[in-house]
């Protein structure tokens, strides 16, 4: 049952990171067409009508009361404020400039982990903090030769960056009065009513643009928003925020792969190597010394005072 359950997580994990991927060129191009509220609406809206079916179907009823604080606080910031900050940053810099910051969200999903859910520190947090901050500051100064206009669109990232790991840290806690389809179900339906006012906007520009446009909406509500989120969700459950924010190492560099295959993108020289250190710092900040990993429980979660334990992490997992 072990062995099932932590490949089934590994499966689950990877299916998140491939359509989380291909949400980054996704947005790009769709951003072409669409304003980053309308296109956040479009796909909230289409993820919640394709959740809702499956809840009405499962009859799984409403969350627990006690579940609302955090499905709130995602649906907000995660699933509301994170794409319309992610949509407006990919508009003014490319798809894997996007991803290389937005990928720092495990540093500060571990940092937020340790301190609202008491999963610990890792001893080399605060050093893969700095150095992921090194990287961002190295691929502002790269985007220094494109104007203000690709600063901005750096600031949106990291915007983007922190709600994102807000909101993950209030999703671990949540999962325990709600299941995967609830959580994401509702968070998606306070994000679509939220961005209401951008309704006239999203039905102008739909109009206007190709239909291709339209192609890219729904498969942002379809596949990286309400499959992709369901199986981060049932991934979460059975391992640490920390280790799950992890996951996302590869998103970056199947995010460049993609950029480059299909619109014809390519992040400059040092924007890469600052996205190098990027990605440097989260994997020294989730990094144990031989003595720390020779001491059986170092590093382990700790579970939230008067509740369960948090299960440890799926042996195979691909956070490791």
Same mark, same amino acid.
């Given at each position: 049952m072990t062995r099932r359950r932590n490949l089934s997580t590994v499966a689950a994990a990877g299916v998140t990171v491939l359509f989380w991927a291909s949400a980054f060129v996704s947005i790009r191009d769709a951003g072409r067409? $669409?304003? +980053? =509220?309308? %296109?956040? $609406? =479009?796909?909230? =809206? /289409?993820? #919640? %009508? /394709? %959740? @809702?079916? @499956? *809840? #009405? %179907? &499962?009859?799984?009823? $409403? +969350?627990? &009361? &006690?579940? *609302? +604080? =955090?499905?709130?606080?995602a649906g907000v910031l995660w699933f509301g404020a994170y794409m319309v900050a992610l949509n407006w940053g990919e508009q003014l810099v490319d798809a894997g400039t996007a991803a290389l910051i937005v990928n720092i969200g495990p540093i500060l999903i571990a940092l937020l982990g340790g301190w609202v859910l008491r999963e610990g520190f890792a001893p080399r947090l605060f050093i893969g903090m700095a150095v992921s901050f090194a990287g961002v500051l190295v691929v502002s100064l790269s985007m220094s030769g494109g104007g203000a206009t690709s600063v901005l669109g750096v600031a949106m990232c990291l915007i983007a960056a922190v709600t994102y790991a807000i909101g993950v840290v209030a999703q671990k806690p949540t999962l325990r009065y709600a299941s995967p389809l609830q959580f994401t179900a509702f968070g998606c339906a306070i994000a679509a009513a939220l961005c209401l006012p951008f309704a006239p906007a999203l039905a102008a520009e739909l109009v206007d643009a190709p239909a291709a446009a339209t192609l890219h909406v729904v498969y942002l509500g379809v596949f990286p928003t309400a499959l992709a989120f369901i199986t981060w969700a049932y991934a979460l459950r059975f391992t640490t925020a920390g280790k799950m924010g992890a996951t996302t190492y590869a998103v970056p560099a199947l995010v460049v792969l993609m950029s480059w295959l299909f619109l014809d993108e390519l992040p400059g020289w040092l924007t890469l190597v600052g996205g190098a250190l990027c990605l440097l710092g989260v994997a020294v900040s989730r990094s144990r010394s031989r003595r720390a990993r020779a001491v059986p429980g170092v590093g382990a979660p700790v579970s939230e005072p008067g509740g369960p334990a948090e299960p440890s992490a799926p042996s195979a997992s691909v956070s490791q």
């Open positions: 067409y $669409l304003d +980053p =509220g309308p %296109l956040t $609406l =479009g796909r909230m =809206g /289409v993820a #919640a %009508l /394709v %959740l @809702f079916a @499956f *809840w #009405a %179907l &499962r009859r799984e009823g $409403l +969350p627990d &009361r &006690r579940a *609302w +604080p =955090g499905i709130v606080t």
